[in-house]
């Protein structure tokens, strides 16, 4: 192979080619990557589609498709909501369809954090006392029921028979009141 030292790596925005737009493979990526978020849109209820930031026309075909019962119908309308979607915000689309379907890691690990603390609460009585002394517009009297409502629940639990489903009534509202707590 006669291989010339400078026609090797040169990127001038053109292909192997010569071409200076997408292969045809890659718009074939593209556009069925549409239509599988085209797919998941019509998968959603409608008051999730009113949050996301959709054209009308397009927001009407896929409101068409979810009410189209016909398969050879129901299989052209999302094509054709596909095809909208060359023009949509597809990545502000995936983003909130990502947040709704994982939530933000901000939120799990704000939840992450609250359950440690419940927990840490029920273990040690110092933690509280920290915890009033950071929150002091806490309800420290509501919280030290909470607490030993949630220890005696926890005791009840220990002792249950397999099967036997365990009581977190409040467990829970402790999560909560300490979620309260929390801008």
Known sequence: MNSHPEEESVDDGYDENGYDRPSKSQVKREMHALLDLGKQLIELSPERLKQLPLAERLYEAIRMAQRTTGREGRRRQVHFVGKLMRDAPADEIRAQLDVWENGSREETAAMHRLETLRD??????????RLLANNPQADAQQLRALIRAARKERLGNASLLQGQEPQKKHYRALFQALKSLTP
Not at 120 to 129: A, E, I, K, Q, S
């Open 120 to 129: 840490r609460l029920l273990d040690d009585d110092d933690v509280l006392t």
